[in-house]
C-alpha cells in the first residue's frame, strides 16, 4: 500500500469515527431525553449541552406541538445528516484512492 493510499484511508477512518461519535451523542441526548434523565446531573448536563452544539443547525426546526416529537426529530435529523455525510465522504476518498 502507498502511503498516500495509507493516508486517505486513515482520513477516512477518522471521518467515520467522527461521524459515529457526534451521531452517538445526539442519540444518546435522545435517549435520556426520552427516558427523563435527570438535567442537574452533570454528565446529562454536559451530553445535553454537546448535542445541542451539535445539533445547533436542526434544533427546533419541527414545530410538533409535542415536546418529545420536536427533539426526536430535530436532534434525530443531525444525527442521520452526520452519518450519512461522514460515511459518503470517507466512501468517496476511500474510491479515489
Not at 4 to 31: E, F, K, Y
Not at 62 to 70: G, H, I, Q, V, Y
Request: no cysteine; glycine share 8%.
Amino acid at each position: 500500500m502507498t502511503s498516500g493510499r495509507s493516508n486517505t484511508t486513515q482520513a477516512a477512518r477518522v471521518i467515520v469515527v467522527l461521524a459515529d461519535v457526534m451521531a452517538a451523542i445526539i442519540g444518546l441526548w435522545i435517549l435520556m431525553y426520552l427516558l427523563g434523565a435527570n438535567r442537574a446531573n452533570e454528565l446529562v448536563e454536559f451530553i445535553q449541552t454537546v448535542a445541542r452544539w451539535l445539533a445547533g443547525w436542526s434544533h427546533d426546526l419541527f414545530t410538533f406541538d409535542e415536546t418529545w416529537a420536536r427533539v426526536v426529530a430535530g436532534y434525530g435529523l443531525a444525527a442521520v445528516v452526520y452519518l450519512v455525510v461522514g460515511h459518503l465522504v470517507a466512501g468517496r476518498l476511500l474510491r479515489r484512492h
